[in-house]
């Protein structure tokens, strides 16, 4: 069941997966809807909220489905438009919403609506579907993204005789948004999906929709007002539906997909990712303070999309050429782990396999402003295969146990779509969900709690962001805050111990109380807050009263209130409110007599059954 809530993407917590890599469930080698259903279970348990989809359409994959040649069906490695709805289905009925790419910038050459094009007479609606032009000098401005394996933006079709737009790879000719016969139909596929229930969808490419003369063709005004458009028309047709923009830009213009709240609901910030990864290896927090003043603040209604990894190469292309080379030198000695303007590894190699730096940045990942979206396989901290060409390495199958293909599929070997991971520090046989499970010390089990934790403090999805400005920039601090609840988290971006003073004034008397472990930490006072931290420490605190924060257990005077939008029988049944109800009980019972504990606390509360009385029937008796 789905909770009723427009803004339910502030409070989720996002799993990408690709359909391919996640689960085989016929036995072919290549993984595909009904895999991805079956482990829906692992997901929820997991704490994933929502789950976004790679590519699963018809297409040639040489792009790996980002090269579309039908929009409207399911490509059949992957199953039917009936696995696609239990998908939906499965989902929804776990409280798991779906989030689909709608790749609309460029389709594969092999479209119909293409091969249509380069035969239509010139100047047709037909062939205006894409951008063509008589000679390859137009638009100089224009960067190539596919550095390494493109020259140019365009490309001829010796059918058209004439040369085609394309941002991507030279089998992926831009769509003409100039056309108004383009902009309805993609607002047509966007209501094939929308109405079977699709809860959101990922703009890929989305800066580059239109093209102008004169300009580098990125974020033009035209791409605003059909952003704008598309907004209008999902909205006056489908609640509760998000847009979340892959627009790789500097912060300035990537704010600018939120229009005003009008465009996108969500957007990656890029500049910000590859700017954690320096922050650490700099031990500075500069990097990251730096990028967050320069964000702008944007509508109520609208959230950053965070991310460490996914599933392209971490792309360095909203850093200076400065700071590119020192994330090449840092993190990609080996040039083989180097692919256009980025790096192919996943975040654990990343990290040098270091779990403290790695835990460290999935706390800055769920604590800072906005919502998380894990790479699938990160969770365990899966590792890659930097040999496999293109962007594969970070692609390759999930790693469910230690039996044969990792357990992801039953085929032969040599069938998969991709080898297994088998080095030696990522072996399969080691890192598996299976092995982690059994072991409550395992990254994946951290991750759980780690998630768990993010999801009773309504905070870190809708709170205010204060950063504190500590003397010792090697500690990264900052305060959230929303609707009377205050987090603080402090951050050791250093390999060695740190002390920090931090100006907690504004919180003169509160109580910082450690989340994890509860512990009460010494009430603030107005001189500076004193904190030691071990290598790559971090602590989540909730800053609390003095008063309220019971010594001796004594009944609370006012029972704790907690507002649902419908039906109050809802806290039993919608995990987002049960949890919610689950983070007020520790206080509520801990003010019991019968607790009586005074040096004990309760961590946290699960419920596990819920047992109907009918009151009535209680009453007669
Ligand atoms: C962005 C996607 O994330 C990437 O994987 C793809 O290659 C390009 N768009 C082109 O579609
Ligand atoms: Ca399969």
Redesign the pocket.
Known sequence: MLKNDPLWFKDAIIYEVPVRAFADSNGDGIGDLRGLTEKLDYLQDLGVTAIWTLPFFPSPLR??G??IADYRSINSIYGNIEDFQQLLDAAHDRGIRVIIEL?V??TSDKHPWFQRARRAPKGSVERDFYVWSDSADKFPEVRIIFQDFENSNWAWDSVAQAYYWHR?FYH?PDLNYENPAVQDAVLELADFWLSMGVDGMRL??VPYLCVEEGTNCENLPGTHVFLKKLRGHIDSKYPNRMLLA?ANQWPEDAAKYYGAGDECHMNFHFPLMPRLFMALRMEDNFPISDILKQTPSIPNNCQWALFLR???ELTLEMVSDEDRDYMYKAYAQDPQARINLGIRRRLSPLLGNDRRQIELLNSLLLSLPGTPVLYYGDEIGMGDNIYLGD?NGVRTPMQWTADRNAGFSRTNPQRLYAPVIVDPEYHYETINVEAQQANSNSLWWWMKRLISTRERFQAFGRGSFELLHPENRKVLAFTRTYSGQHILVVANLSRFVQIVELDLSAFNGMVPVEIFGRTKFPAIKEYPYFFSLSPYAFYWFTLQPQQTYIETPKPLSKLPVLTVAGNWKDIFSQAEIKSRLESILPNYLSSFPWFGGKNKVIQSTEITEVIPIDYQQKKLL
Do not use: G, L, T, W
């Open positions: 792009d790996d980002y090269d790749v910038n460029h991507f992926q890929d490419a892959e996914n599933h392209d962007r």
